[in-house]
């Protein structure tokens, strides 16, 4: 058996520990050797790792427990949390995540014996690659480009990094339409990058007027993203902008430029501009435009939704 701690705000990273983790599973009993539980309580979780895998070899049990945090455990609590990983089955595997919301700033502390206990084992901090620290970021893209057979042009990744910013799902993804557009080849440049991958810039125009409350200007926008985008790629990219400029808003009278670039993981120069633009806009029509973002998109995915692209027009417009 083997004990994980995943932890930190890059959901995709966390995700891809754990697909690593279940390659190790009979694909032909996932459905009995892979489970999930959110933050059980105090003796369902001893039961949890007192599990006993049955005749189909290994078990991978995810404990997503980020509520952890927020509480105590008493000190015989944390002696049976700790004698039960000692002593669990040699073919159970335990991950605990505690995935942080994103872009928030918000750190899991250390201090709690909970934390300490966990840190023993196999502990991997997953935190977002900040859009300033390009190299970084760049050498992700190279990593993550090879594994899809793909080479990138120096200004290719630059282009990436301009027009997607720092969220590696989503880099991911345009990566996956990158390589559908050069094959047979195998060479990314700028000037695909700037076709082919959604852009923030497309969508800053949309929201200008969004924010400006020019409606049928916006809505022209909006129809005209949908020519080359799916409602849900807008809408999530839309998200991620929005969670940013809440931010920004909600934190530009009392930090620096310094600093919210810190909090929104985007360039000083970048957190500039957007606050320039951001100028006009009501940090409580920004807030209500999320909440209604986050309805469509529970709704479409719960599959509520009977027209993807009015949900996520209604959302946007009402």
């Known amino acids: 058996m083997a004990i994980y701690f995943l932890y930190g705000e890059e959901d995709y990273n966390i995700e891809q520990?754990?697909?690593?983790?279940?390659?190790?599973?009979?694909?032909?009993?996932?459905?009995?050797?892979?489970?999930?539980y959110d933050n059980p309580k105090f003796p369902d979780l001893?039961?949890?790792?007192?599990s006993q895998p049955m005749m189909f070899g290994k078990m991978l049990v995810v404990i997503n427990c980020l509520d952890y945090f927020s509480k105590t455990f008493e000190d015989k609590e944390i002696k049976?949390?700790?004698?039960?990983?000692?002593?669990?089955?040699?073919?159970?595997?335990?991950?605990?995540?505690?995935?942080?919301?994103?872009n928030e700033g918000k750190k899991l502390d250390s201090r709690k014996k909970f934390f300490k206990l966990l840190a023993k084992h196999n502990a991997k901090e997953c935190a977002v690659i900040p859009t300033y620290k390009t190299a970084e970021?760049?050498?992700?893209?190279?990593?993550?480009?090879k594994?899809?057979?793909?080479?990138?042009?120096?200004?290719?990744?630059?282009?990436?990094?301009?027009?997607?910013?720092?969220?590696?799902?989503?880099?991911?993804?345009?990566?996956?339409?990158?390589?559908?557009?050069?094959?047979p080849k195998d060479n990314i440049t700028a000037g695909m990058v700037k076709e082919i991958c959604i852009s923030n810039e497309d969508l800053f125009a949309f929201s200008d007027y969004l924010m400006e409350n020019e409606k049928d200007k916006a809505l022209l926008e909006y129809r005209k993203l949908l020519e080359t985008r799916y409602p849900l790629e807008i809408l999530s990219t839309l998200q991620t902008m929005l969670r940013r400029w809440i931010i920004l808003k909600a934190k530009a009278q009392s930090s620096s430029a310094f600093e919210l670039a810190k909090l929104t993981g985007?360039?000083?120069?970048?957190?500039?501009?957007?606050?320039?633009?951001?100028?006009?806009?009501?940090l409580k029509d920004l807030v209500k435009l999320k909440q209604n973002l986050t309805e469509a998109e529970y709704r479409i995915k719960s599959g509520q939704a009977f027209d993807v692209e009015k949900e996520v027009e209604n959302a946007l417009f009402r």
Request: aromatic share 8%; charged share 30%; proline share 1%.
């Open 137 to 145: 970021l760049e050498s992700w893209i190279i990593k993550q480009g």
């Open 266 to 282: 985007m360039h000083e120069y970048v957190v500039k501009l957007n606050l320039q633009k951001l100028k006009k806009t009501n």
């Open 147 to 183: 594994s899809k057979g793909l080479k990138f042009e120096k200004d290719a990744l630059t282009a990436i990094i301009a027009q997607i910013g720092n969220n590696l799902r989503q880099i991911d993804g345009e990566l996956d339409k990158l390589k559908l557009f050069v094959y």
């Open 17 to 36: 520990e754990i697909g690593k983790l279940k390659k190790g599973l009979d694909k032909n009993f996932l459905e009995m050797s892979f489970k999930t």
């Open 80 to 102: 049976e949390i700790e004698k039960a990983l000692d002593d669990n089955n040699e073919n159970l595997d335990i991950v605990f995540v505690a995935q942080l919301p994103r």
């Open 46 to 50: 001893i039961s949890i790792l007192r």
